[in-house]
């Protein structure tokens, strides 16, 4: 059980486009699913918490604009990567929360050129 | 402000030789505490939640022990495929069950 998916697993775009990562809870509800990014050798870095239902919590420094989070549904997170630039190029993973632990995905690999 | 530090950074082991992990922690009210296994290029999978000091839950050749400041994830007869980095988070009572992650122990065990 707890388990969790994103697609795509790798993607790469050109400056300036936009993309989109899904993040699902494949055998349990999320009303909460959380959004971070990681560098390499570096931990996770909190991005946003995404409620179903209402918008989103960003975390100081993180540009909603920029990052655009949707949770539509109790099993379904998207989060936008707007005018994505190279510095944008990372690795996003996406939790879901059940009870009070958090069940991650695989991570998706976003590459800027 | 709430901190995880763990330690050491890297350690590398040889199969068999048994060894501790160490998640030093501040927090305001800790509701728990996290154990995650990281492997490259990938997202973290969950191995324990501990809840209070005292507590210590097993899996395989893993334990995770909890005080009230720190925690240890012990590996008893480690085997190369333990190799990844493990990660520790905590989990205040006021957070919005956010987690606050260690900067993780890059563990090798060589055969």
């Known amino acids: 059980g707890a388990v969790v998916s994103q697609h795509p697993s790798r993607v790469i775009c050109k400056s300036g486009t936009s993309v989109k990562i899904e993040c699902r809870s494949l055998?349990?509800?999320?009303?909460?699913m959380f959004w971070y990014r990681q560098f390499p050798k570096q931990s996770l870095m909190l991005m946003a918490t995404?409620?179903?239902?209402?918008?989103?919590?960003?975390e100081q420094g993180v540009e909603k604009d920029k990052f655009l989070i949707n949770h539509a549904s109790l099993t379904l997170s998207t989060l936008t990567v707007t005018s994505a630039h190279p510095e944008d190029s990372s690795f996003y993973i996406c939790?879901?929360?059940?009870?009070?632990?958090?069940?991650f995905g695989p991570g998706t690999r976003l590459t800027v050129l | 402000e709430d901190q995880v530090t763990q330690s050491p950074e890297a350690l590398r082991l040889q199969e068999g030789e048994s060894s501790s992990l160490n998640c030093s922690y501040t927090?305001?009210?800790?509701?728990?505490l996290f154990w995650y296994r990281q492997d490259p290029g990938k997202g973290p999978e969950f191995l324990f939640t501990?809840?209070?000091a005292g507590e210590e839950k097993e899996k395989e050749r893993l334990k995770a022990t909890l005080t009230k400041k720190e925690s240890f994830l012990h590996i008893t007869a480690p085997k190369p495929e333990d190799s990844a980095t493990y990660l520790c988070?905590?989990?205040?009572?006021?957070?919005?069950?956010?987690?606050?992650f260690g900067s993780g122990t890059r563990l090798l065990v060589r055969p």
């Open positions: 939790s879901a929360l059940q009870g009070q632990e958090q069940f």
């Open positions: 055998d349990f509800q999320a009303t909460t």
């Open positions: 995404s409620n179903e239902g209402s918008k989103a919590t960003y």
């Open positions: 927090v305001s009210g800790l509701r728990g």
């Open positions: 501990l809840y209070s």
């Open positions: 988070a905590v989990q205040a009572w006021d957070s919005s069950y956010k987690l606050i």
